[in-house]
């Protein structure tokens, strides 16, 4: 572990144990975050993405869920040895999240100022009058007037709401903000406004960010490194010019076939066949193995580990993509 | 003057809803042809009367006032029996594959359910047969007939209602944001579905989205619309080249790109969308455009024709693009 990490997650396994079946949410899933680097996690809905998120925030919901092994060492520490309490202290103070939809994240009965300035009396010993001062500020730096502090949640736009839930997020210094797919639910313009204002706090205030989306054009713009998870496992990873332009795994191949591009003609676009797996029924070998067009006799019966190619870019697959494939 | 290749004309449609603040203008004098077997991508974003123009068309809304011509008749003032029929011709897919579809009813019985209001077939079998075939045509495998909703993902859920909408064999499909609820692998399956629909039906389409790149992907022509009003029109491969209207340039530039060697600059609009209820009589935009003027304040701009086929409502347009 360097000395730059700030965040190091080893062979997280969460599964989520349901009456019928159990869930394998995330399978073997590490990687690290470095202090000031901005991840991408990309993937499809049940790639276990959020459920990866959570887990370092301690927050799976348990039950149905729980964190089966694995480390999560944030600053040297392993968060899954600490108490409940201690926990809580981290969560906001070093690790702060911002969740997808910004709509059902407020609390509709208190003003937005009130919400922030709990989160800041929660973690520091201040008065209410300086926590006030500081929930002014931070509605200030995420663009706000500071005079609308006094106001609901339901007097704001979604992209208005998000700002507050990332003054929010940010009240803390955290040392690195985890954002669910923070604009999903945002149009273009306003996408690009909160991409613009996460990424300029970023840079003043030193974070690290681990985003999370399914948006390959998303992380190309905000992120430094890209993770690419298909049904509990990353498949690909690296920095984001490797993973671009030179894409070794057949699924990572087709999540760029299915998006419509914009600078390339095409009449058709190339979807991957078929859906995702059941995760309370994955497959024995790779879990993208009935997909995949690239597959070979070893798929069906091993599961491939995440393996250096070099130049820093990993991949999970016996048969990758040959270059400029 | 009706012109026969088009299979739908708008002239001057106007929606207005009575709210408590006032008339809220969802769709304002917006005029439009689509030539039969073509696709028109409405873009725009959430509140901007998209979806209330689509529906609207569809009389799902009455109108406020204007024009509805569809396939060289005048549908604008039709009555409830003729809408009745009309309905075969005309249909619509929703956006929401999860609360567009009765749970309770099977795959068969929701596919079948347009056959049987419309009375259209003698027999049970031939009901089957019928669905069999529609089933078939959207990519459902057979053994799903029997299955509800809450069993299938959603891209399947999709197929079920675009099913739904050609089984009556319909001209025109106003697709409502198909394909937004849908992860990319599952949206790409469903808008080749579609465009092979299309080819082998000659079907018409206005595909509503605020998703840029797939608008681009499957129309011939595109409208922009802010707030009720169309800001820009044009064929989708010219659009994408050259944007007049400063909010389209500004549309155009915050989709975030793939392609990590061409970062084109992001132009950044001030401020958010501002509320159209009565809104002045003066250019949707200007509160937030930064070239805005004195008259853009005071005057509505009109679309009018700036290059052959590319329309823009813009009043300084030509002196700020060079024209």
């Known amino acids: ?325 | 003057m009706e012109n026969n290749n088009y299979m739908l004309s708008v002239k001057n449609l106007k929606k207005y809803f009575n709210t408590p603040g006032g008339k809220l203008h969802a769709v304002d004098d917006v005029t439009f042809d689509i030539p039969k077997g073509t696709t028109l991508g409405v873009v725009g974003e959430s509140g901007c009367g998209k979806s209330t123009l689509g529906r609207t068309i569809l009389h799902l809304h009455p109108k406020t006032s204007g024009q509805i011509i569809f396939n060289g008749r005048d549908i604008s003032d039709v009555s409830k029996a003729e809408l009745h029929e009309l309905r075969k011709e005309m249909q619509i897919i929703f956006q929401d594959p999860f609360s567009s579809i009765d749970p309770r009813m099977s795959v068969k019985q929701l596919i079948a359910e347009p056959l049987k209001i419309y009375k259209l077939c003698k027999s049970k079998e031939e009901i089957e047969e019928k669905v069999r075939e529609t089933m078939d045509t959207v990519g459902l495998a057979s053994r799903l007939a029997d299955s509800y909703a809450h069993e299938l993902d959603g891209g399947r859920r999709q197929r079920i209602g675009i099913g739904r909408a050609i089984i009556l064999n319909p001209s025109f499909i106003v697709c409502d944001e198909p394909v937004s609820a849908l992860d990319v692998s599952i949206q790409a399956q469903v808008l080749n579905l579609m465009m092979d629909l299309q080819e082998q039906r000659n079907l018409t389409y206005i595909f509503i989205t605020h998703n840029l790149s797939v608008v681009k992907h499957i129309s011939n022509d595109i409208m922009v619309m802010y707030l009720g009003t169309a800001v820009e029109k044009a064929d989708s491969a010219e659009l994408f080249r050259h944007q007049y209207h400063p909010y389209t340039k500004a549309l155009i530039s915050a989709i975030p790109r793939v392609d990590i060697d061409n970062k084109s600059e992001r132009i950044l609009i001030k401020g958010e969308i501002t509320s159209p209820i009565e809104p002045p009589n003066a250019c949707r935009f200007a509160p937030r455009c930064e070239y805005a003027t004195e008259r853009c304040h005071n005057e509505f701009p009109q679309l009018e024709e700036v290059e052959p086929g590319h329309f823009v409502a813009c009043h300084r347009v030509r002196e700020l693009n060079n024209l």
């Open chain 1, 1 to 325: 572990m360097g000395e730059n990490t700030l965040l190091s997650v080893e062979d997280l396994v969460v599964k989520y144990f349901l009456r019928t079946a159990t869930c394998e949410a995330v399978n073997g899933v590490s990687f690290t975050i470095d202090k000031g680097e901005r991840v991408g996690l990309v993937g499809e809905t049940g790639a276990g993405k959020t459920t990866t998120a959570l887990s370092i925030l301690d927050l799976v919901p348990n039950p149905p869920g729980r964190i089966v092994s694995g480390k999560i060492i944030l600053n040297g520490e392993d968060i899954r040895t600490k108490s409940v309490a201690e926990v809580r202290k981290i969560r906001g103070n070093d690790v702060a999240m911002i969740f997808q939809d910004p709509m059902t994240s407020l609390n509709p009965v208190m003003t937005v100022g009130d919400q922030i300035m709990e989160v800041v009396r929660l973690h520091n010993d201040v008065s209410k009058f300086e926590a006030m001062d500081k929930a002014k500020e931070m509605l200030e730096l995420v663009g706000i007037p500071g005079e609308r502090y006094l106001e609901y949640p339901h007097q704001f736009s979604g992209g208005m709401k998000q700002r507050v839930l990332i003054a929010m997020a940010l009240a803390c210094n955290p040392k690195l903000l985890i954002a669910d797919e923070p604009t999903s639910a945002l149009d273009v313009t306003i996408q690009a406004q909160v991409l613009d204002l996460i990424n300029g706090l970023r840079e003043r205030l030193g974070m690290s960010l681990l985003l999370i989306t399914h948006d390959l054009g998303v992380v190309a713009e905000t992120c430094d490194r890209v993770m690419i998870m298909y049904a509990g496992s990353i498949v690909e990873s690296g920095t984001i010019r490797a993973v671009y332009k030179n894409i070794k795994h057949p699924y990572t191949k087709g999540l760029f076939g299915s998006i419509p591009r914009l600078d390339i003609e095409s009449d058709r676009l190339e979807p991957i066949k078929g859906m995702m797996p059941d995760p309370s029924n994955l497959p024995e070998g790779c879990a993208f193995c009935e997909r995949c067009p690239n597959a070979i006799e070893k798929c069906k019966t091993e599961r491939p580990k995440l393996e250096d190619i070099g130049d820093g870019h990993f991949v999970a697959c016996f048969n990758p993509l040959k270059e400029g494939a």
